[in-house]
């Protein structure tokens, strides 16, 4: 039995100077954004704003200067993504790249992949997003069938990629494609690549959610030429590629965050109504994110000191998305104030919000099955 | 962990396992005092880990007795380990002599500490003192007539003791302290100003609770990959799984919440930590309890198994010192008082 490893990660005192800082600008900058919109955080798209977060040196910020970024820690990084999110800034432009596609071209990509691709990211500029899951790949990401084949001077790609966030807005996807058949070999032949999604032959189509908005989207592929220097790594090498980009899309605090500007209008509204008996459930809450913010640290900690959390991501994944989903249900329970999609309380528009978004927690970044599938290998049940 | 801790944990785990096993924790469970187990601990000089060296102690840190308390959960050691360490902690604090033997916590009750010649007697009465039977002191923290909070110790053969047991079958005595003369009195250390003894003993619990996890984690794990049913063992089943792995999170969000806690103890700058570490215990406990046993079947409900030396252990330690709900009530009262903004301040305030 593997075990887990969560040794505490203290942010310096150096951090303090920034998170105020971070604070004051959001401050500002914040004060026009509706709620609701603010309620969806990384997931609300703001090309303006990721363009003002950009010039204040916040994007990239532990990356290397001579690829736009800015050399500092991830401590100090960990301190803008947990103030933006607290805030309910809009990051959804710039988060991927930042928190996931930039690290992967610093570790796996070429120097002319970095030199044209990291400094346009760095200044809020251009925007990433991911292409793994297909109409028949979703958890099984090894099913990936959208091929890319070998042509002079690169790959003609043809096929399917759904769900992918963002897409409608990004410039470029990093995709996960199929680049050799072999049945015996499911994680093999599977290769990362750089698409820039204005090439010819991508048709991009938003899909509408549940709640009303366009997040993600099903971009289809016919004999879409790719260059050979947009390939990524190694070529067969994606699974392995691919495994290690998720520790980071796992263990962030967006994985514990996403419900808490429901969590500050939930005591608004229950300081208003005067109910007693709450607080054993707020404070219930609030060890419980005080706990998953020590969780994610260690792991930023881990990440930091270029260790491979997999498993300490999948659990804090794991806990964050249930914790973050149980939100609307336990504002519900205290509350009872019906959720609206206008009018009505503050509250009750965020709580309209996370009502309907809350079900992706557990499904986006890799199904709760999933993240315990790999817990369990972990122990050695599998 | 750095090179002493390693070293520690070593000495730790081999004595332990040397010495508590199911034979003892079931003579235990009948009333008989683990002597041999005691002496173990007692002459390596565990029970002082956190006694200044000038004072007779190993002068560690807390995260070093963390490491400790967790391990006597883990292996469901039937003796006041973590309550000799923390006592002799906050009587060597207090610039007050550390005794031998074990020492428990008189908390939880009405005591009153007055003037009596030259010294001071307490009076009061208690419930659910741990080992209360099997120790030679208490120490209890109560106001002085100059309103200053005191340590006092007072030797237990000078009070009048109801046995009892919580369902892990550990001693819980009830005491009566009447014009109980107090053998060493002083002011508390100020490191532990603002705290109860309900606050150390609720980390104590905490940090047996996550050992306690830890071994329910390692049984589960063993019995579903040695447990065949349909043809395989149980553990190949993804619905056994998906339940071990839920138990492995919670395991491990307990043992960073008591671990944090120990650290904010260790570096001088507690606030709410403990009761954050006894909510998320309580919490994990009731998860992984009902897991284990779900994937124990009948045989983990038998007597002659040994899950519920851990199992029942949890049941009683996360209502002792404070259930998750009462420490919780007091968390979300503190949230609560101040406006929503001031939550976001106080969870970055570290």
């Not at chain 1, 997999?310 to 149980?326: I, N, R, Y």
């Not at chain 2, 309550?83 to 550390?98: H, K, M, R, S, Y």
């Not at chain 2, 923290?141 to 100059?146: E, F, R, V």
Request: overall charge negative.
């Amino acid at each position: 039995m593997q075990s887990f490893r969560f040794d505490l990660c203290e942010l310096p005192e150096e951090t303090k100077g920034l998170r105020q800082e971070v604070r004051a600008f959001l401050a500002e900058e914040l004060k026009d954004i509706p709620l609701t919109t603010r309620a969806q955080t990384w997931m609300s798209f703001d090309g303006e704003f990721s363009k003002k977060v950009g010039a204040k040196g916040w994007i990239g910020l532990t990356w290397p200067k001579k690829y736009g970024g800015h050399e500092r820690t991830a401590f100090d990084r960990y301190v803008v993504l947990e103030e933006m999110l607290a805030a309910g800034a809009p990051v959804g432009a710039h988060w991927i790249a930042d928190r996931q596609s930039g690290p992967l071209l610093l570790k796996f990509g070429t120097e002319e992949q970095r030199q044209t691709f990291l400094e346009p990211v760095t200044k809020g500029e251009s925007y990433f997003c991911i292409g793994m899951s297909e109409p028949d790949s979703g958890s099984d990401l090894a099913a990936t069938r959208t091929r890319a084949v070998k042509a002079d001077g690169g790959w003609i790609v043809n096929g399917t990629k759904l769900w992918t966030s963002g897409a409608q807005h990004a410039h470029v996807m990093i995709a996960l494609f199929r680049t050799e058949q072999n049945p015996e070999n499911r994680h093999g032949g599977l290769t990362q690549f750089l698409v820039d999604l204005k090439t010819p032959g991508i048709s991009i189509r938003p899909i509408t959610d549940l709640y009303g908005s366009q997040h993600f989207n099903e971009v289809v592929f016919e004999d879409v030429f790719v260059p050979d220097n947009r390939l990524v790594g190694t070529e067969g090498g994606g699974w392995a590629q691919v495994t290690a980009e998720l520790s980071y899309e796992r263990s962030g605090p967006e994985r514990y965050l996403s419900s808490y500007l429901l969590l500050v209008e939930l005591i608004r509204e229950l300081q208003a109504q005067n109910k007693p008996g709450a607080e054993e459930e707020i404070g219930r809450l609030f060890a419980h994110m005080m706990t998953l913010r020590q969780m994610s640290l260690s792991v930023a900690g881990m990440l930091e000191a270029g260790e491979n959390p997999t498993l300490e991501a999948s659990v804090v994944k794991d806990l964050g998305a249930v914790f973050e989903q149980d939100m609307p249900v336990i504002a519900h329970k205290l509350a009872g104030a019906p959720p609206t999609l206008s009018g009505g309380s503050d509250f009750q528009q965020v709580l309209g919000v996370l009502t309907q978004v809350a079900p992706s927690f557990s499904l986006r970044g890799g199904t709760k099955e999933i993240l315990r599938g790999i817990i369990a290998r972990g122990l050695g049940l599998r | 962990m750095n090179e002493f801790q390693i070293i520690l944990s070593e000495t730790i785990q081999r004595l332990l396992s040397d010495h508590v096993s199911r034979d003892l924790i079931v003579a235990s469970e009948q009333g008989k005092w683990a002597h041999d187990l005691w002496t173990a601990l007692e002459e390596n000089g565990l029970t002082k880990v956190l006694v200044s060296e000038a004072g007779g102690g190993a002068g560690a840190q807390w995260s070093d007795a963390a490491l400790l308390i967790k391990a006597a959960g883990e292996h469901g050691a039937p003796v006041p380990f973590g309550e000799t360490i923390v006592a002799a902690w906050l009587l060597d604090q207090a610039g007050l002599p550390v005794p031998d033997g074990a020492m428990t916590l008189l908390e939880g009750g009405n005591l009153s500490l007055t003037t009596q010649g030259d010294g001071f007697v307490l009076d009061g009465q208690m419930a659910g003192v741990p080992w209360a039977s099997s120790s030679k002191h208490g120490i209890a923290m109560a106001q002085g007539p100059d309103g200053d909070m005191r340590l006092c110790c007072i030797s237990l053969s000078d009070v009048q003791l109801i046995p009892g047991m919580n369902v892990a079958r550990e001693a819980r005595d009830r005491l009566i302290l009447e014009k109980t003369h107090v053998i060493a009195s002083a002011p508390c250390g100020p490191s532990v100003l603002g705290t109860t003894l309900r606050h150390w003993g609720a980390l104590i619990r905490a940090l047996q609770m996550g050992g306690a996890l830890q071994r329910l984690l390692e049984q589960s794990v063993a019995y579903a990959n040695e447990r065949t049913q349909f043809g395989k063992p149980i553990g190949k089943f993804q619905a056994i799984q998906q339940q071990l792995s839920v138990l492995a999170t919670q395991a491990a969000a307990t043992g960073v919440a008591t671990n944090y806690a120990a650290q904010a103890v260790e570096k001088g700058r507690l606030s709410h930590e403990i009761a954050v570490a006894k909510v998320r215990a309580d919490e994990a406990a009731n998860i992984a309890t009902s897991i284990a046993h779900q994937v124990h079947g009948a045989i983990g409900f038998t007597y002659e198994h040994t899950l519920h030396f851990a199992t029942r252990r949890l049941w009683s330690w996360r209502a002792e010192y404070g259930a998750g709900c009462d420490w919780a009530a007091e968390l979300g009262a503190q949230v609560m008082q101040n406006e929503p903004e001031a939550l976001w301040p106080l969870v970055t305030q570290k």
